[in-house]
């Protein structure tokens, strides 16, 4: 089983949708948790960082942690054809140690 | 904003050739990470340094090595570039200390091994 699982995809959903992103992880030590966003031929970009459990939002973008479960989830509100990208899920445990998500591909369609 | 470039974004290189790959960053960052990432692979770790002239192995340094001597630059060296090194590069930096900096990222240099 690898450490940390993600749906590859790819995703394709209309304008104005909501989208739901998932990872599974395996390793109850990971306690930080980020989302990056990578546009084709660009490195990933931080979209969200959160520590341990909970929920954080920032403008369209909410990120949700269940540890109990080992579950994390991306949720984008009103999609644009701008949110098209590789969406990939990492955590650490602290440290240097970051775990990626093979990544998700969504496509926003106008 | 922190940036963090790569020299090249694009490279073709021949089999057997010695390759490098440089990155730079301007945040006086402790820690520096090389990866590379394939299609259904994710990122994976090849080598990452956390001061000046100190590096450790990541998941899959075979074939790969780095040089530190700057805070601020990180070379990567493919010592004789095979085919299957053919790959998108992926620089990136934290700061130190030990919480779950997050990490941020070059664009990336796609390299084409023939």
């Known amino acids: 089983q690898k450490e940390v699982e993600q749906d590859p995809g790819p995703l394709s959903v209309p304008e104005g949708a909501i989208v739901s992103l998932n990872c599974t992880y395996s390793n109850s030590a990971f306690q930080y948790f980020m989302w990056y966003r990578q546009y084709s031929r660009k490195g990933p970009e931080l979209l969200m960082y959160t520590y341990s459990s909970g929920n954080k939002e920032d403008g369209r973008f909410t990120a949700q942690v269940d540890k109990s479960s080992k579950y994390i989830s991306l949720f984008i509100r009103d999609s644009q054809p701008s949110d098209s990208a590789t969406y990939l899920c990492?955590?650490?445990?602290?440290?240097?140690?970051?775990?990626f998500g093979p990544g998700t591909r969504l496509s926003v369609l106008p | 904003d922190v940036k963090v470039t790569q020299s090249s974004r694009y490279l073709v290189k021949r089999t057997g050739e010695k390759v490098f790959l440089e990155c730079v960053q301007d945040?006086?960052?402790?820690?520096m990470f090389w990866y590379r990432q394939d299609p259904g692979l994710g990122l994976r770790l090849i080598y990452f340094s956390y001061d000046v002239k100190m590096k450790e192995k990541g998941d899959i340094p075979e074939g790969y090595s780095v040089s530190r001597e700057k805070k601020e630059r990180f070379s990567l060296i493919l010592e004789s570039a095979s085919t299957n090194q053919t790959s998108m590069y992926l620089c990136?930096?934290?700061?130190?200390?030990?919480?779950?900096?997050?990490?941020?990222f070059g664009p990336g240099t796609r390299l084409l091994v023939l």
């Open positions: 990492a955590m650490s445990a602290g440290g240097q140690n970051f775990v």
């Open positions: 990136a930096s934290t700061p130190g200390g030990f919480r779950g900096e997050t990490q941020y």
């Open positions: 945040m006086d960052h402790e820690n």
